[in-house]
């Protein structure tokens, strides 16, 4: 099972920009997925959620600016970043609470590898 994430890159200040992470492998569910970021120098923190059945819950300093959303036919995530500023400015990850194929019962978390996004004019 891969996590791969995309749509990281250079983006002004009020712009857009949308991050896509697809789940691939043998997969049979998933829970819940997110977005995490890093900045520099700070301790990894949770962007959004979404569950299976589409909640979703935001950090405080993103809500109205972001969206989470996923494709569960394609075992996709996205977040659409609206109005970003440069204090979103990090790494951003996307997770999966995910059960594989292949006769395992349990859940288990697997992380993306990455993806940079800058916020500067």
């Known amino acids: 099972v891969q996590l791969q994430a995309s749509g990281g890159g250079l983006v002004q200040p009020g712009g857009s920009l949308r991050l896509s992470c697809a789940a691939s492998?043998?997969?049979?569910?998933?829970?819940?997925m997110g977005w995490y970021r890093q900045a520099p120098g700070k301790q990894r923190e949770l962007v959004a959620t979404i569950t299976s059945g589409g909640s979703t819950s935001y950090l405080d300093s993103v809500k109205g600016r972001f969206t989470i959303s996923r494709d569960n036919a394609k075992n996709t995530v996205y977040l659409q970043m609206n109005s970003p500023k440069p204090e979103d400015t990090a790494v951003y990850y996307c997770?999966?609470?995910?059960?594989?194929?292949?006769?395992?019962?349990?859940?288990?978390?697997?992380w993306g590898q990455g993806t940079q996004v800058t916020v500067s004019s």
């Open positions: 997770n999966a609470d995910l059960r594989p194929g292949g006769g395992i019962l349990s859940y288990r978390h697997y």
């Open positions: 492998g043998s997969i049979f569910s998933i829970n819940d």
